[in-house]
Nanobody, 124 residues
């Protein structure tokens, strides 16, 4: 099973930016859609963004659309989440997940591997 390792989280002031990275352990990464989820304290995990295997198709939740950008570099086995105009409500642990298909599918059972998460804290 592929291993996913997130990084790039931290503390930032509202209005600031961060870029999260998720590195996969093997080359199968390039064949599958990838997603970012987040879980705020005391809340359920929620979907944030997804990208298809070739980076052409993307999907965003309404809460991050227009502020976050998901992208990938298959040569580096890496998916990114650029987060701009951060708000305190974006505070959460952010997880990347590998899909089971090359296209984007957001059904709960359509994810094969998850990272350990990277925390993001946005101060007012």
């Amino acid at each position: 099973q592929v291993q996913l390792v997130e990084s790039g989280g931290g503390l930032v002031q509202a209005g600031g930016s961060l870029r999260l990275s998720c590195v996969a352990s093997d080359r199968t990464f390039m064949s599958y859609a990838m997603s970012w989820f987040r879980q705020a304290p005391g809340k359920e995990r929620e979907f944030a963004a997804a990208v298809s295997w070739n980076g052409i198709n993307t999907v965003y939740s309404d809460s991050v659309k227009g502020r976050f950008t998901i992208s990938r570099d298959n040569a580096k086995n890496t998916v990114y989440l650029r987060m701009n105009s951060l708000k305190p409500e974006d505070t959460a642990v952010y997880y990347c997940a590998k899909g089971l298909y090359s296209h984007i599918s957001l059904r709960p059972d359509d994810f094969g591997s998850w990272g350990q998460g990277t925390p993001v804290t946005v101060s007012p």
